[in-house]
Structures are given as C-alpha cells and as structure tokens.
C-alpha cells in the first residue's frame, strides 16, 4: 500500500490547492475526476496527522480574525458550500469547521425559502446572514441556489432567470467589498458514489433521518443539475470571488482541501494581535491594588 | 503525585457529579472551594482522556437530538453560562461545546443591552435565543444579570429588583415546560485565581484584546458580585431548573464537569432514531432505477 513510504514526515500538499482547484476560463466540469486527490502527496491516514496540526493552526488564525474583529477591525471570512445531496456539506461544517471556537463561526442554513423569505427578493436572506467582522461564516447552500434548484425546476421564468449570473457577480462584489474574503466551494461527487451514499441512508436506520425521497427525484435529473452547475461555475468565477471545486468521492480529502482553503484564506489576511487601546503598566498597578493576599 | 495509581483504566468519576455540585437549600457559597475536583477520582491528564472518550459520545447523542428535532420532535437543551470575568466561560464554549457537530449549536452571547434591546422587556432578547428543538442552545451569561450587574450597579430601582428572583424562576419554569433541558451553571474561581487570569492578559500582548479596564472596575467590587451571585444561587436554583456551581480554578476539572453535565443531560433524554416516514425498499427500489452501471 506504499503506507510507509508517505509517511507523515514527507505528506503534504505538491503545490498551491487553491490554483489548483480553481474554476478558469479552460474549466470543463464533464471532464472533471471526482475520485482525485489533486496536489496531495499522500494518503488517508497521513491526511488525518495533517488535519491535525492545520487544525492547531486554523484555531489560531481564527482567535486572531476574532481579536480583530472586537478591535474594530473589518475583516471577515464566508466560506460558501455548494453541493449536490450526499456531496458532504454538512460533513465539512463538522469536521473542517468543528477544528474552530464555535464562538467564531457564524452558520446559516439556506432551505427551501418561508413564505416571508419568498416574498422578498432572492438576495435579502442571504444579506442578513453576511458574517459581521472577526468571524468566519459558513453558507450551507448560499445565494448560487437561484441558478441551481431554481433554475432546473423553472421556479422562475428562464428569461428572469438568466439575468441572475450578472446579479450573483454583483452580489459577491458587493460582499467581498465589504471587507469579506469569500471562498466558494462546489463539492462535486460522482454519480456512483452519490448512489451508495443514498443507499446507506436507506439501509441504515441511524441514517433515515438524512433521507428524504425528494433526493431521488433530485438524482433522476442529475444531468440537467450537473449543466446547472457548469454554467453557474463557468459564469460565476470571477478573479475577486473564484469558484474552487472539490472532488468529493474521498471525503477525507474534500475536508482536507477545504480546510487549505480556509487556512490559506486566513494566512493572508496576515492578522497580527491587536494593540492594547490601555496602558498595560498603569492597568497591572490598579490590578496589584486589589491584591489580598 | 500518584500519576501511576490513578492510571486512565480506572480514572472517572466516583458519583453523580449533578448531585455534587447542585445548589441545593444548604448551599454556602463563601465556603465553596473553588480549587476543588469533587467526584473526580483522577488527575488532569486521564481528565483529559476521558474528556475524548465523552467527546465521541457527547457527538453521538448530539446527532440523535438533532435527528430528533428534524422529526417533529419537541426537546432541547439549553446550557447556560455565568460567571464573572475569566471565570472560563470561553473555554468551555470552545472546549466543551467544540465537541459537537456546529450544526447542532446555537450560541448566544449577552452583553450590555443595545438600545433596542433596553427598550424592551429584559427578558425580549432572550426569549428570541432559546433554542429550536434539536439544538443545544448555549448561553454565555443570561437572563440571570439582572439579578447580578443590574442588581449590583443598581441599573433598576431596588425595589424592582427584588421582584426579578420570582420573574427568574418563572421564565425558567416557562423553558422547561417548551421540552427544554436546563442546565444553570455558575462557574466560580477564587480572587487570587481571578488575578492570576488577569494578570496573564495584561502581560502577553496576545490576550490584550481580552482585557478591559472596565474589569478591575468589577474585581474591586469583588465581595458585591459575591453577595448577589449566593442571593441568585439560593433563590433560584429550583428542582425544574437546578444551578450547579462548578469550582473553575483548575479548568480542566471546569471543563471536564460541564462536559458531564451535558452528557448526563442528553442520555436523560434517552432519544431513538426517529422512524421513517417512507418505506425503505419502495425507495432502494427507486433508487436502483436510477442506475447507470
């Protein structure tokens, strides 16, 4: 199995994940390996002492994003996930973002829309969600909805709805102008694994829960959600806002991935600590005062 | 140090740590002693094993109260945090709740009242935090500072103070009648502990954005703080609705008996998978159908 050979000491990436998960102009979704591990130079079990210590990290980059955040700072992070049922979203919120203080993290969920969110523009559930300075967000299933379920079950007229590409553009500027490093995630799994996956919910009772027999319904008009995906991705990737797609036949690399993502995202932000807006010397003599020793 | 006597086999807990730490008719508090370990037959480091160990199955029977609650069900817990500055209520936010999946988390934080907030009844704001059913709410501090920084500061006149112990216990009967599990605690440190805490922060330039002068300002009305917190602990700890205090000088015993108390909660609730409300086979059927080997 070569397990010895890669051992944790030499496991690591090959070279930037981000460049090369990247949606360019030349990308073709159709030919895309769902099953690859690109840029990893290792397997399962090394990946899992990598997470590790990228964890120790991300714990500290994301106290520093927060630190900065409650000194007045503008930054923040929204990492967006898109996804076909089973692709592994949630598997990302519990296992990439679970390394962080929850205290840091700002999750929204987006369903199908209430009635009062229906009866407003597209956009104004997502606005109330946008992660506010010194936190990072977490989008499980995002704005990037509207040209997916809405388009291929033409739950708007298709003449409104190709005017949506430009709107989404405009809406991840406005986002990234505010002081937002966006990081846009499509998790991309095979049509086979998307299978198995439904057939361990079914065959499992600890996972009926997960199921929903709409996912079928979803699965049968996997060809016309796959061209939905190419046109948002190939529409939507912008130099500001890029798409990164995920081969997520692996789990433990889709993880693995997103949280370079995130690490890298957070690296050059290039936080440091926040100056004291006190006199540290003058607050450690009031604080020797209280003394009761 | 008996590192050796008390190895990880046999390392645990020696009785119902509810039991132990429950605020209960004779509850002293000028007498607690903050640097204590009750119930734990063990040292910081096999803490640290079980604490994973509980970990695993904290996450287990978090999935299961969320699976619950995606199926009409009713119950949820609410773990809610006090104590005064660097009494470690961050860290077990972290540490504890970092446990479980974020998804199955909703966190709440009670600072000073903005002034839309002030304008309502003090209870408005948090009533729009409890949480859904499925979810573990988590409260760093609470309702219970009307009876604490407003009491002490006098922010209300006396008189309508003393009338919000009732308000308290009533409002909690309230949660609890929704299918809520409330878990109260109060985590207290000693004044030298406290000054230790403070001191680190305004000695790294790492933790500077922790501190607030307005800290000291509360450390030296130490023995009021005290006053109310035994006022709100004999008061309104009630059979629905128990305070427990936890001695929080050694914090890995802190975190290691909140951890129990959250796990106690939850098996309390003894959930099932939730049946399916689809029949299995009709849809492996369907999804067989969808094949394309």
Redesign the interface.
Same mark, same amino acid.
């Given at each position: 199995m070569g397990k010895k050979k890669k051992s944790k000491k030499t496991a690591g990436w090959t070279g930037d994940v981000a460049d090369l998960l990247r949606v360019g102009p030349d990308f073709d979704l159709a030919s895309f390996d769902r099953g690859g591990t690109p840029g990893w130079d290792g397997d399962k079990t090394s990946a899992a002492a990598f997470m590790r210590k990228r964890g120790d990290e991300l714990s500290d980059l994301q106290e520093r994003l927060f630190?900065d955040g409650?000194?007045d700072g503008t930054h923040s992070v929204l990492l967006l996930l898109q996804g076909i049922d089973t692709a592994g979203k949630?598997g990302i %919120?519990?296992h990439v973002?679970?390394m962080v *203080?929850?205290?840091g %993290?700002a999750?929204a969920?987006f369903g199908v829309p209430t009635a009062e969110e229906a009866s407003h523009h597209h956009l104004w559930r997502i606005r109330k969600q946008l992660p506010p300075p010194g936190k990072i967000g %977490?989008f *499980?299933r995002s704005h990037y909805e509207q040209v997916l379920v809405v388009k291929v079950d033409e739950l708007e007229p298709p003449d409104v709805n190709a005017t949506r590409y430009d709107e989404l553009v405009d809406f991840d500027h406005e986002i990234v102008s505010g002081g937002t490093t966006l990081i846009k995630v499509a998790m991309m799994v095979s049509?086979?694994e998307q299978?198995e996956r439904?057939?361990e919910r079914? !065959?499992r009772? *600890?996972k009926?829960?997960?199921?929903n027999?709409g996912d079928?319904d979803v699965? &049968?008009r996997?060809d016309d959600y796959q061209a939905a995906y190419s046109e948002m991705l190939t529409r939507t990737s912008t130099e500001e806002a890029p798409w990164y797609v995920i081969p997520a036949d692996r789990k433990w690399y889709a993880r693995l991935a997103v949280t370079e993502l995130l690490y890298g995202a957070l690296t050059d932000l290039d936080l440091a600590?926040? &100056?004291?807006d006190?006199d540290?010397k003058v !607050?450690?003599e009031?604080?020797a005062e209280?003394?009761?020793?």
């Open positions: 630190a409650k000194s949630g %919120v519990r973002i679970g *203080d929850p205290q %993290v999750l969920s %977490v *499980d049509h086979a299978g439904l057939k079914l !065959e009772p *600890d009926w829960w997960k199921y027999p079928i699965r &049968e996997w600590w926040p &100056e004291a006190f540290p !607050e450690l009031r604080l209280t003394s009761r020793a």
